[in-house]
């Protein structure tokens, strides 16, 4: 079974008696989740790479970020089904890791050798996403999407590893 398995035609007869064709929302999630993860993985690498070129890590939250990319992408592409059997516990803990993430990283002050240098006070992981200085506030809106994609990866690593952990157990409990 491919990557695109849950897009793939339905079995079984519509109650017309004819076959069910694939719901266009499948099609269309199954093709934005595989374009996602494809994109991540691609910018993922690329960018790691030029900055193996350069000479080093100068800056960790870089590199993280374009490590959370490629795993992201990589868990994006390599299951049809992510979430599934993860239940309401799976999806809590990845919100919780994803809003999580993103709150704390912001209401922590970092001094990030990225992003926003022109500020005394920078807040955000992995890039500055917020700043002030002398009264003024600055929110920068690419960053804070990239910061979100970042949170949200590791939200999705979380929920991948429930969803493991619950089918793992299911498998092992006796029936009867």
Known sequence: M???GDAGYRSGRAAGGTEA???????FGAALRLLVGWFSIAIGILNLLLEIDRGGADDGAYVAFHVMLVIGGLLLV???????????????AGGAVTAAGLILSGVRSFDAACCLTGYAIRHGYPFSLAARAAGHWHVDGPRLLADLLFWGYAGLIVLVAVASVRRAARRTTPRG
């Open 21 to 27: 064709a694939p719901g266009l929302m499948d099609s």
């Open 2 to 4: 491919s990557a695109v």
């Open 78 to 92: 390599s299951f049809s089904r992510l979430g599934a059997g993860a239940g309401v516990a799976g999806y809590c």
